[in-house]
């Protein structure tokens, strides 16, 4: 998922990518710590599926299921396992708050092996870099709990796909925002 | 959870940990289904410490012990981050859930042999450049360490061709992303039919959707899934529907293999597997009907 993140990565929306994180850099370190700290009661993964952030969409991931919940069509559904995986509603609408506050579209984990060892990233995409004719871009922070040192990842910022912009966060574009 | 309720879990892993079959393990074997059990005795039957010279790079720790598992979660299998392997990953998840002792004695001749012979007697040989790659795979997630997945899907694509890889036949590092592991809709009902000798009636085309209206069109997937298994080809962007792109290349993308679909008053309840997890979820029936470009169902053999 990181290499997919990846992909599609461009030089010009670096700027754009810094500074948004600077400006928001509070809000997103507060959202990473209520978004881990919901996910460790069951994991899942969120965000809003218009401009308007009106609508939202959680995807609730137990062993065998990938439950898909928005809020425009399954409302109540969403609300009645929110309760019954025992989330925290405050911190969830606490969450949600601050992602529109912010304009953060999506928020979830990806994985990545280097060599045996698996490392798991929170991700935030946030701001279409949309436009008629051009393949969709989403702008994507991967913040890692941890400082990422292997070879893998210092390649792929050597290559310009990854760009480190503070010690525990990272910037890419992808054509996915989730 | 109890500790007693703890046990089976523990036994579990412990099977898969060891590699072998233990007396703790007997009381797991009894619960499987007896083409698991076969599956499950061909496999310690095998050499699981030497090395294939073969494929070089399959480690055989890995390799077992994901054949294993793959025995016991048909479930989980998974194509892999940056692949195009969802189409072999669909197909696997059924052999492995139906004829788990037939996919076995195919992987374990193709470790052993380099060549495996499929139902329909077409045998196949994967290439050399493919057993050179197979256990190198990087940037995919967990198949990085799933040596037995690795070769597996690396096999079926290098031996099913179909005009999307006219101009990407021979594999190379990073192929497993590109037209060289594509798979178009007809290629695919063709696997289905060589791997288990299945009958398949396929409705729908790589690019003009199934000719059916909206309700029909569920009226005759839910028929098929009464009278068999079903598998689903779709354009998978639309089954995530929101409000930030343009335009969307009205394409079929994606395999899944249906497991359930329910009229919740004017939606429809989806639950499909794909990348070794079901999802469940509620569309609408436009986006049903706009979403899926072909429609495999599996009857009889």
């Not at chain 2, 055989?60 to 048909?74: A, D, E, T």
Request: with cysteine; charged share 25%.
């Amino acid at each position: 998922m990181l290499l997919t993140l990846a992909i599609g990565q461009s030089c010009s929306p670096e700027r754009k990518s810094a500074s948004y994180y600077h400006e928001n850099k509070r809000e997103i370190s507060e959202l990473k710590n209520e978004y881990d700290a919901l996910y460790r009661q069951q994991a899942f993964s969120a965000g809003f599926t218009d401009k308007t952030f009106k609508y939202y969409v959680m995807q609730i991931i137990t062993d065998t299921l990938r439950a898909i919940y928005n809020s425009e069509k399954r409302k109540d559904e969403l609300w009645q396992n929110v309760l019954r995986f025992h989330y925290d509603t405050v911190a969830l609408k606490r969450m949600a708050a601050m992602m529109k506050k912010i304009k953060c579209l999506w928020v979830g984990k990806t994985d990545r092996y280097f060599g045996e060892k698996r490392e798991v990233f929170s991700y935030i995409s946030f701001q279409s870099a949309d436009k008629a004719f051009r393949e969709n871009k989403y702008y994507v922070l991967i913040l890692p709990d941890h400082k990422i040192d292997y070879p893998e990842m210092q390649e792929q910022i050597r290559k310009g796909k990854l760009v480190q912009i503070d010690s525990l966060v990272y910037f890419t574009t992808t054509n996915r925002y989730r | 959870m109890k500790c007693k309720e703890l046990i089976p879990y523990c036994s579990m892993l412990f099977v898969l940990l060891t590699n072998k079959v233990t007396c703790h393990s007997q009381t797991i074997l009894s619960e499987l289904n007896p083409a698991q059990q076969r599956a499950l005795e061909l496999l310690d039957r095998s050499d699981t410490i030497s090395a294939s010279p073969l494929w070089p790079h399959i480690k055989p720790v890995y390799f077992f012990s994901n054949i294993r598992s793959n025995i016991l979660y048909p479930g989980k299998i998974n194509q892999g981050h940056n692949t195009n392997f969802c189409s072999y990953a669909a197909l696997t998840h059924l052999l492995i859930k139906y004829e788990p002792d037939n996919y076995t004695r195919m992987i374990l001749s193709l470790y052993y042999t380099g060549k495996t012979t499929l139902y329909s007697k077409k045998i196949l040989t994967p290439s050399k450049r493919v057993r050179q790659a197979a256990g190198l795979l990087s940037d995919n997630g967990e198949l990085n360490i799933l040596h037995a997945n690795q070769l597996w899907f690396l096999a079926m694509a290098d031996n099913f061709k179909g005009y999307l890889n006219l101009f990407d036949h021979k594999y190379s590092i990073g192929d497993e992303n590109t037209f060289w592991a594509a798979t178009n809709y007809s290629k695919f009902n063709k696997m289905v039919r060589e791997f288990g000798g299945y009958h398949v009636h396929a409705i729908g085309s790589d690019l003009i959707r199934p000719s059916r209206s909206k309700g029909n069109l569920y009226k005759y997937m839910v028929n098929m899934l009464d009278t068999g298994l079903v598998m689903i080809y779709i354009n998978n962007k639309l089954m995530y529907p929101h409000k930030f792109t343009l335009f969307n290349l009205p394409a079929p993308t994606h395999f899944v293999v249906l497991y359930e679909l329910h009229k919740i008053n004017d939606m429809i309840e989806i639950k499909y597997w794909d990348y070794g997890l079901k999802t469940e979820q509620l569309i609408t029936m436009k986006r049903l009907k706009k979403t899926i470009y072909g429609v495999s169902s599996i009857t009889k053999r």
